[in-house]
């Protein structure tokens, strides 16, 4: 009864590169979330999506970041030309249809150099 | 409006103590209240959650306690054992399934042996 996997939990980025992190949500969840966790802060909401449909997307930067979660294979959160304030943790959470029940995976952390 | 408030930022009881973290919601659109514990290095674990159509609610050790009125809800950690030292996060979100979870700053409990 795998829970929330993410991958890789954790990944090392130069200024201007591309960072790919990647979801599967516990298995029967069709609703997946991606929070962001600053050093020393709380998470805070970036994007929620069901397969093949971004939902909400307030909470996620306006430039260098996307997420997707195709039909086939986890969800992917994108973040395009790192900078050093992109360093966090990025969880994911996955929840049923019916209730708001959120599980969290391990986490991403993410290190910009 | 969309704020939780939480406190204290960090605390510290003897084993055997009881750990009390408050927090406060503004939205009273919520209606969804689950408190996350969080190691180093760690996703955040559901602890506990409670509606607003209970005042109390407890599970083994934790409690959450729930006041409407004030829009304040509480976790008492019963026996407080070393092993309880993590960060606890609250959080407020609609029951609904799709809605993001606005967290609390979190509090860092040590529990001293």
């Known amino acids: 009864n795998a829970g929330v996997m993410q991958n890789p939990r954790h990944l090392v980025r130069r200024r201007g590169q591309e960072a790919r992190l990647r979801c599967s949500p516990m298995?029967?969840?069709?609703?997946v979330y991606w929070y962001r966790q600053l050093p020393e802060e709380g998470l805070k909401f970036m994007v929620y999506?069901?397969?093949?449909?971004?939902?909400?997307e307030s909470g996620m930067p306006k430039e260098r970041f996307s997420a997707e979660f195709p039909k086939e294979g986890p969800s992917i959160l994108r973040i395009q030309q790192v900078v050093r304030g992109d360093s966090a943790a990025y969880f994911c959470?996955?929840?049923?249809?019916?209730?708001?029940?959120?599980?969290f995976g391990p986490g991403t952390r993410l290190t910009v150099l | 409006q969309q704020q939780v408030k939480q406190s204290p930022q960090s605390l510290i009881v003897q084993k055997g103590g009881i750990s009390i973290i408050n927090c406060a919601y503004e939205?009273?659109?919520?209606?969804?209240f689950p408190w996350y514990q969080q190691f180093p290095g760690k996703g955040p674990a559901l602890l506990i959650a409670?509606?607003?159509?209970?005042s109390e609610k407890k599970e083994g050790r934790f409690t959450i306690s729930f006041n409407k009125s004030a829009k304040q809800f509480s976790l008492h950690i019963m026996d407080s054992q070393p092993g309880d030292s993590a960060t606890y996060f609250c959080?407020?979100?609609?029951?609904?399934?799709?809605?993001?979870?606005?967290f609390g700053e979190g509090t860092q409990l040590t529990v001293n042996p």
């Open positions: 939205n009273t659109a919520f209606d969804y």
């Open positions: 959470a996955s929840s049923r249809p019916t209730y708001n029940e959120q599980f």
């Open positions: 999506l069901q397969k093949e449909n971004i939902i909400d």
């Open positions: 298995k029967g969840h069709s609703h």
């Open positions: 409670i509606r607003p159509d209970v």
């Open positions: 959080a407020a979100s609609r029951v609904t399934s799709g809605s993001r979870l606005t």
